[in-house]
Structures are given as C-alpha cells and as structure tokens.
C-alpha cells in the first residue's frame, strides 16, 4: 500500500531500532503542528485534534505495528504503548553507546571518514 502523503522522517520500525529518534522527531513535529499535547496526560484535546495526532502517529510506524495497534483510538494510548513497548532500550543502547564512546581513539582508523562516520554512529 503506498501513501498518499510522504513521511516527514523515517517510520518507526518493527524492532524499535530507532525509537529514540522517531520520538524527537515525532514530538518536535506534534509541537510544530501544536498538537503535541495530545500525547501527554489528561489532555483536553478535541476528537479532530485527536483524530489528526492519530492519523500523523500511524502514519510514521511500521505497517505491522499499524496492524498490530490497529484498535487504538487515541494517540495517548498508541503513544503508551508504543513507549511500553519500547522504552527499555534506552536501558540497552545508552550504556552500549557511552561504552563506544568512551573506547574511541582517532588513532585506531586509517582515514578520518572512518572515525567521523564512527563518531556520528556512536552520537545517532
């Protein structure tokens, strides 16, 4: 199935390998659109702001994922989910990432593209 309208950032994939960006993404694009608060607790949002926060959410997940959360009618409750389903790697990635970050010596690679490419693996 292909979308009508294009993704403003990269969906949220199946395996939740980039949770931690799609999130900043998709709170600075709430934020912009000013519908941010329709993903944070005890909102007063209308049924159409719902309804578009809803639709922009579903819009930058994976197809499975869409399926698999295909009774949510709430972008709060798809937002809960999705970071109960999620959050943990923050626990698994952040550690792994200072790890990194902590063992990187420019004098280890030959050029430096491979450091700088490296570099910015490590801070993505």
Do not use: C
């Not at 930058?60 to 295909?70: R, V």
């Amino acid at each position: 199935m292909t979308n009508i309208e294009n993704r403003k950032f990269i969906a949220l994939d199946i395996s939740g390998k980039n949770y931690l960006s799609w999130v900043l993404d998709v709170k600075l694009h709430l934020s912009a659109k000013k519908l941010r608060y329709t993903i944070e607790e005890e909102n007063v949002a209308t049924n159409e702001e719902r309804a578009t926060a809803l639709i922009f959410l579903r819009h930058h997940i994976d197809d499975d994922l869409k399926y698999e959360y295909l009774t949510v009618k709430n972008p709060l409750e798809l937002w809960q989910n999705l970071n109960d389903r999620f959050e943990h790697l923050k626990a698994v990635v952040l550690p792994k990432a200072f790890n990194d970050w902590s063992q990187l010596r420019f004098q280890d690679f030959k050029t430096v593209s491979k450091y700088n490419f490296t570099l910015f693996k490590i801070v993505s």
